[in-house]
């Protein structure tokens, strides 16, 4: 049975388990979560944005993070990442990803995550691109909802 979800996710990215990945109690480490949250976030800037930040000039940066630790994931279990922004304000963006186990139809660990628009030439932090902003609002359609 699949879980109900609160939030409608659009974007979805499948997600490698590499053997490393795994620590004494067969279980995925709880620190590379962290690491797939990443990867669902990089594909989700590239697929809606429709470029590649150039982090030498103005990208996002991570001003705060926070991952509940759900259900363990294992080697072969089938993983993806479920990425959406729901905010956007002035010089930041709120993310909120899910990894989804689709061996177990659990969700095995939630994220939310602040990030801030930042120059970093002048390491300072920036106002988000206004063609950045269109994107995200026309591919998250219900951007207005709270998480």
């Known amino acids: 049975m699949t879980e109900q ?3 409608n ?5 499948p997600i490698q388990i590499r053997f490393n990945d795994i620590d004494k109690l067969n279980h995925v480490t709880n620190s590379v ?3 797939y949250f990443d990867l669902g976030k990089m594909d989700y800037f590239n697929d809606i944005l429709q470029e590649q930040m150039d982090w030498e000039d103005v990208g996002l940066i991570l001003a705060s993070i926070s991952i509940d630790y759900l259900f363990p994931i294992k080697l072969f ?3 993806i ?3 959406k922004i729901h905010h956007i304000g002035n010089k930041s963006l709120k993310m909120v990803q899910e990894l ?3 061996s177990t139809e659990k969700i095995a660990a939630t994220s939310k995550s602040t990030m801030v628009g930042y120059n970093n030439t002048e390491e300072i932090t920036v106002i988000i691109p ?3 902003r269109k994107r995200i609002i026309a591919y ?5 909802f709270k998480v």
């Open 140 to 144: 998250e359609h219900d951007i207005l």
């Open 100 to 102: 989804y186990n689709k």
């Open 81 to 83: 990442v479920r990425t």
């Open 5 to 7: 979800r609160l939030v």
């Open 9 to 13: 996710y659009f974007h979805t990215t």
């Open 130 to 132: 206004e063609r950045w």
């Open 77 to 79: 279990d089938e993983v």
């Open 33 to 35: 979560y962290q690491q």
